[in-house]
């Protein structure tokens, strides 16, 4: 026997069909551009299936032809030979003005107009559908609700007077304003600094969970791939696909060298990302209420190992940490204002790795999970995490041992 | 006669001229805003169009005065229309220069983003474009305003209504002591309108741009 590649991967799609999905919304099929006087085509013949509803992710190193794969979709960029398929129609020869209207599109410089509000930012697509003008300023609300921004705040100012983080959401809320089933995304995050993109990112995967649109979104970074795919495709040079696969499936079983040098070290790492806080057990930590006396506090502390109680308020919303010495020199003062703040807390759809970032940097040592209201749900702690890590391994493993019973039920047949 | 006495003396016919001299000018930065946009908006996007014409709307500025106003005779008579062309003629090149700046600084991620949500060609440049270009456009309207009110005086050798008069008649008096008054007040009234059609403009360029950009 000879061994041809570091991983064999019995499993692994290196095909652009999407196994086992549901309906497919997007199908490239034999797609290609080739630019003048360019020795190679910057896209090669690619055939790709993209599922309903799924967030389907490009991913590869800078020039191997992600972003052109995607702007030919909505014809940015014009093919040179093969067809898209959009919901069972060949659109590359349609009226690229239309089309661009059934397709949300979001770019990394997010690409607001400055001279127009933030109402008539997210009009734009509506207008050009010829939307009634109430049904127009219906939607606008709406949007701005859905992405988090109080619309009577935010409708009326301009782009130059938003943060970042807030012109993103802009940019999603127009992206979706014509109801598009189909949305593009360039590497919607990448001018965002890290921390806000982590929130952003959960964000839209809490509004991708509602609105399920087909979405064909561009990145170079491994880790926001793990993070927000369905399915990731790798792609090299002259956008081929290296592996078209689950996250799970990618880091557990990497088609070939390109896929497993493109994921990198820290595999298991990675998986933290594939992992979300709400489908934990999570820990139950002591907890009092605001308005309890020290006596009830005591014996809340006695009555478990952890040495800190968390108080909260009316709604279950974490206010502080406090432990008995606190009480002691708290001198009877009220429960919020002694010790600690509670400064580490997560939402149910953060990521484990959103997660041990938060609670490696906070006072105990532990990350607090709330709901979206910001009541208590429980704890996460490092126990829970390692702990989650091990079955995942254990899990792994299993799948690849699957895959090697199979190889040699078939070698023996 | 103080030069007091004389504005007092000449009031009429000085506020008379000055309207003539602000319609002349009026009319034609109005002619080369025209034409020197939609020259701008056909040639921004490619470098020899926008070479060629940055290149004869310059020449224009290099034609003297004096010469430009007397080829337009055989052509256009004399009076005002002579003095119309020529001023459009000279005041093409600040507004076509700031034309195609203003509309390739336009970012081009806002560009492709409207593309990106289907706007016509058409759409994003009237909706897009040429509204992100206005201040700077603006600016060149009124660089070339500033220029037509001065070159405008030159106008009377053509018998062209305007301020013009009053410094020719001066040059055709020196030596006497009404030479410096007319010349005075001539440069005078230039200065004047000068000063009003730019505040003119400078409000009527911020009422018409968007607050998002300013």
Not at chain 1, 32 to 60: R, S
Not at chain 1, 93 to 98: G, H, I, M, V, Y
Not at chain 1, 400 to 405: D, S, W
Request: net charge neutral; proline share 6%.
């Amino acid at each position: 026997m000879t061994a041809t590649t570091s991983t064999p991967a019995p499993s692994a799609n290196t095909s652009g069909s999407a196994g086992g999905a549901g309906p497919i919304m997007i199908k490239l099929e034999g797609l290609g551009k080739q630019y003048p006087k360019e020795p190679k085509p910057a896209v090669d013949n690619l055939t790709l299936e993209i599922p309903e509803g799924e967030i389907v992710i490009l991913v590869g190193p800078s020039g191997c032809g992600k972003t052109t794969t995607m702007k030919m979709i909505n014809r940015i960029i014009e093919p040179t030979s093969g067809q898209i398929i959009l919901d069972g129609e060949d659109v590359t020869r349609a009226d690229p003005d239309q089309l661009r209207r059934k397709i949300g599109y979001v770019i990394q410089q997010i690409g607001l107009f400055p001279h127009m509000t933030i109402a008539e930012n997210i009009a734009t697509v509506p207008k050009l559908l010829g939307w009634e003008k109430k049904k127009i300023d219906a939607r606008i609300d709406e949007l701005l609700e859905t992405v988090s921004m109080a619309p009577e705040t935010y409708r009326n100012r301009y782009p130059k007077q938003l943060s970042g983080g807030q012109r993103q959401r802009v940019g999603v809320a127009r992206a979706l304003s014509g109801d598009p089933a189909v949305m593009l995304m360039d590497e919607p995050f990448g001018a965002i600094d890290p921390i806000t993109r982590d929130r952003l990112q959960n964000e839209f995967l809490r509004l991708q969970a509602e609105v399920r649109k087909t979405i064909v979104f561009v990145t170079h970074d491994i880790d926001e791939a793990i993070k927000m795919g369905d399915r990731i495709a790798i792609l090299q040079e002259g956008s081929r696909i290296a592996q078209y696969d689950t996250p799970e499936q990618i880091l557990t079983a990497p088609a070939n060298d390109f896929v497993s040098d493109f994921i990198g070290r820290g595999a298991s790492l990675k998986r933290l990302n594939l992992s979300r806080v709400r489908d934990m057990n999570l820990t139950q930590w002591p907890t009092v209420s605001i308005g309890d006396d020290p006596a009830r506090v005591l014996d809340a502390l006695r009555a478990s190992d952890k040495g800190f109680a968390l108080v909260l308020d009316e709604q279950r919303r974490p206010r502080r940490w406090v432990s008995a010495p606190d009480l002691q020199r708290g001198d009877n003062r009220p429960l919020d204002q002694i010790g600690l703040p509670p400064d580490a807390t997560v939402e149910p759809q953060a990521t484990l790795n959103d997660a041990l970032n938060e609670l490696i940097t906070a006072n105990y040592s532990v990350a607090i999970v709330v709901d979206a209201s910001g009541a208590y749900q429980g704890i996460v702690d490092i126990d829970s995490i390692t702990e989650a890590i091990r079955t995942m391994r254990t899990d792994a493993r299993a799948r690849a041992r699957v895959g090697l019973e199979a190889d040699d039920a078939a070698q023996v047949g | 006669m103080t030069f007091y006495e004389f504005l007092e003396r000449r009031y009429d016919d000085l506020i008379t001229t000055g309207l003539e001299h602000m319609y002349l000018v009026g009319i034609s930065v109005l002619l080369s805003t025209l034409i020197g946009v939609l020259v701008g908006v056909t040639t921004y996007r490619s470098e020899r169009p926008r070479e060629i014409a940055l290149a004869v709307t310059g020449s224009f500025l290099t034609i003297p005065s004096f010469a430009l106003f007397i080829l337009m005779i055989p052509f256009f008579g004399i009076g005002a229309p002579p003095v119309i062309v020529a001023l459009t003629m000279y005041g093409l090149l600040p507004i076509v220069r700031n034309t195609i700046t203003g509309l390739r600084e336009v970012d081009v991620a806002t560009v492709e983003s409207a593309q990106g949500m289907g706007m016509g060609r058409r759409q994003r440049l009237l909706r897009i474009e040429l509204p992100m270009a206005w201040p700077v456009i603006v600016a060149g309207i009124r660089i070339t305003t500033l220029i037509l009110v001065g070159i405008a005086t030159i106008g009377a050798i053509v018998d062209g209504p305007g301020y013009g008069s009053f410094i020719f008649d001066g040059l055709a008096r020196v030596g006497s002591p009404v030479a410096i008054n007319l010349v005075l007040s001539g440069m005078l009234g230039v200065i004047v309108i000068a000063i009003l059609f730019d505040s003119i403009l400078a409000v009527l360029g911020k009422l018409t741009t968007s607050r998002g950009i300013r």
